[in-house]
Nanobody
Framework: VQLQAYGGGLVQAGGSLRLSCAAS????????MAWFRQAPGKERELVAV????????YYADSVKGRFTISRDNAKNTVYLQMNSLKPDDTAVYYC????????????WGQGTLVTVSS
């Protein structure tokens, strides 16, 4: 069971990136999925959550209106579209799955680095 996050990179402030998280080993189509991030010297932060149907989403205040989480269950993939990026968005971004049903993220990807230059 594995989650593979990719799509990070270096982008100028105001730019956009799209992160993808592909699952293998099992399907996560019945599980809520989330993106987290951790900036250097800071604690890990929940960025966005999407329900298994994709009909309910949650965003941290810091990204609301700029980031969009989505999923394609047929492809077993979750996305994070990031627009109007700011230097404060610089972090390693992780995708995670809640297979417990208790809002506990127990399956994690390896992370992809997003660097936003000013």
């Amino acid at each position: 069971v594995q989650l593979q996050a990719y799509g990070g990179g270096l982008v100028q402030a105001g730019g956009s990136l799209r992160l993808s998280c592909a699952a293998s080993g099992r399907t996560f189509s019945s599980d809520p999925m989330a993106w987290f991030r951790q900036a250097p010297g800071k604690e890990r932060e929940l960025v966005a959550v999407i329900s298994w149907k994709g009909d309910t989403t949650y965003y941290a205040d810091s990204v609301k209106g700029r980031f969009t989480i989505s999923r394609d269950n047929a492809k077993n993939t979750v996305y994070l579209q990031m627009n109007s990026l700011k230097p404060d968005d610089t972090a390693v971004y992780y995708c995670a799955a809640d297979t417990t049903g208790f809002r506990e993220y127990d399956v994690w990807g390896q992370g992809t680095l997003v660097t936003v230059s000013s």
